[in-house]
C-alpha cells in the first residue's frame, strides 16, 4: 500500500495552471516536513518545494517562485502543488515525499509516493 498517493496530473498549455494533491499516510504525515520533487525525462530528479508540518514554512526552488505554491491540510493529511503559468520546461513527473529534515537533498526523504505526470505543451 501506498503511503503517499499523488494525484491531479495531466497535459496543459504553456500559460496554464494545475493544481496537484498528495494523500498521505498517518505515518508519511507525522513526518515534519513535506515536499515536491520533479524528473523530467532523461534528467535527474529535482527539489521543486517543501512545506513544514509546524509552523507552515515553505521554500521552494528558484525555478518555480512565484509560480508554485505549496500547501498542507492537517486535516486531511494532503499536501498540495498549484502550479500556475506554467511552461513546457516544467514537464515532468511529479513526486511527493516526506522527511524529517527541511532539506531540498531528496536522499533526506524517506516516503515516496509514485509519481504523477504533468505536460505543458507549447
Known amino acids: 500500500q501506498g503511503q503517499l498517493v499523488e494525484s491531479g496530473g495531466g497535459l496543459v498549455q504553456a500559460g496554464g495552471s494545475l493544481r496537484l494533491s498528495c494523500a498521505a499516510s498517518?505515518?508519511?504525515?507525522?513526518?515534519?516536513?513535506m515536499a515536491w520533487f520533479r524528473q523530467a525525462q532523461g534528467k535527474e530528479r529535482e527539489f521543486v518545494t517543501y512545506?513544514?508540518?509546524?509552523?507552515?514554512?515553505?521554500y521552494y526552488a528558484d525555478f518555480v517562485k512565484g509560480r508554485f505554491t505549496i500547501s498542507r491540510d492537517n486535516t486531511l493529511n494532503t499536501v498540495y502543488l498549484q502550479m500556475n503559468f506554467l511552461k513546457p520546461e516544467d514537464t515532468a513527473v511529479y513526486f511527493c515525499?516526506?522527511?524529517?529534515?527541511?532539506?531540498?537533498?531528496?536522499?533526506?526523504?524517506?516516503?515516496w509516493g509514485q509519481g504523477t505526470q504533468v505536460t505543458v505543451s507549447s
Open positions: 512545506i513544514t508540518k509546524n509552523n507552515g514554512r515553505t
Open positions: 498517518e505515518r508519511a504525515f507525522s513526518r515534519p516536513v
Open positions: 515525499a516526506a522527511s524529517n529534515l527541511a532539506t531540498i537533498r531528496s536522499q533526506s526523504y524517506t516516503y
